[in-house]
């Protein structure tokens, strides 16, 4: 790994809301969009391991070090040209796996696993070359702490798994955009973006990495991803940008499950975290999910 973030890293803790900010100056001079690929650049000086398709690469530029975290990149593909709502369900398995590797890896040795894709320059993409991102914190992130609380307190109180009873709410409901065998995707009711989307696992685990080797519930997961990424860039008429984070902690009360979160919301337009949302957490969303559900169901099946 190329060390050029500094040792002055800090973890500061904000009194007034219990969260840390990690803060690393060094990245302030990394390299955002680079004439010459440095993924590519790894593939011609050998340093991509030959015979594979996908690696887990150290971050140049990482935004935290040992103690505080590692940072990873996520190489999809060697094909610089290929996004990833244009690799085929095969590469996306590799993909699935690449994650389950990821987390495996980094899970042994770190509180939490952040693994994430920024897709498009309008939310911060600063390399074109198919790739996500993973990091392995010594903390838990805000929002994997809040619905730990949440899923942990519904166990004490009922015994079961509340992600397991949102599934059961939502199945054949009129937010559901994806279902499978072994997984379904639906538009919550509190959504953010009007076309967010959320994976569950139809079986109870917590992580990724319960996901047993070469299996079928990771084909049917790449497949589903396509289908539904695709969806959006129909509905956006050209390729809508997005997030892409997996919420996952081992614990008996958390539940697995992966959130895209597009931020088009009609073609050629965005939806911004403006003040409302930035500045005081309150989410606008002017739409009704079970509008864009259907919306998106009608993209989904017209990009098949």
């Known amino acids: 790994m190329t060390d050029n973030a500094p040792t002055n890293q800090r973890v500061v803790y904000n009194p007034f809301t219990g969260h840390n900010v990690v803060q690393t100056p060094g990245r302030m001079s990394r390299r955002e969009g680079a004439a010459a690929c440095p993924f590519c650049a790894d593939i011609t000086d050998g340093r991509w391991p030959a015979g594979s398709e996908t690696w887990l690469r150290p971050n140049d530029f990482p935004a935290m070090k040992p103690p505080v975290g590692e940072c990873y990149v996520l190489l999809y593909a060697r094909d610089h040209n290929v996004p990833f709502y244009d690799l085929d369900a095969q590469q996306v398995t590799r993909v699935v796996e690449l994650w389950r590797t990821a987390y495996k890896e980094l899970s042994a040795k770190y509180a939490c696993v952040m693994t994430f894709e920024n897709a498009g320059a309008e939310i911060g993409q600063t390399q074109r070359h198919p790739h996500g991102q ?171």
């Open 134 to 304: 993973t990091y392995g914190v010594s903390f838990l992130p805000p929002v994997i702490e809040t619905e730990l609380h949440f899923a942990r307190e519904h166990m004490r109180q009922t015994g079961g798994c509340l992600y397991c009873k949102i599934l059961r709410e939502e199945m054949a409901g009129p937010r559901l955009v994806f279902q499978g065998e072994n997984w379904m995707g639906f538009i919550p009711e509190w959504a953010k973006y009007p076309f967010e989307t959320h994976m569950y696992p139809r079986a109870h685990i917590a992580s990724i990495g319960e996901i047993p080797d070469d299996s079928v519930v990771s084909a049917e997961l790449a497949g589903a991803l396509l289908r539904i990424i695709r969806g959006y860039n129909t509905v956006y008429e050209a390729p809508m940008p997005y997030m892409l984070a997996l919420h996952q902690y081992t614990d008996a009360a958390y539940h697995f499950h992966i959130e895209l979160l597009p931020v088009g919301r009609a073609p050629n337009k965005l939806k911004f975290a403006a003040s409302s949302e930035a500045a005081f957490g309150l989410w606008l969303n002017d739409s009704q999910p079970e509008l864009k559900a259907a919306e998106l169901r009608k993209a989904i099946a017209a990009a098949l």
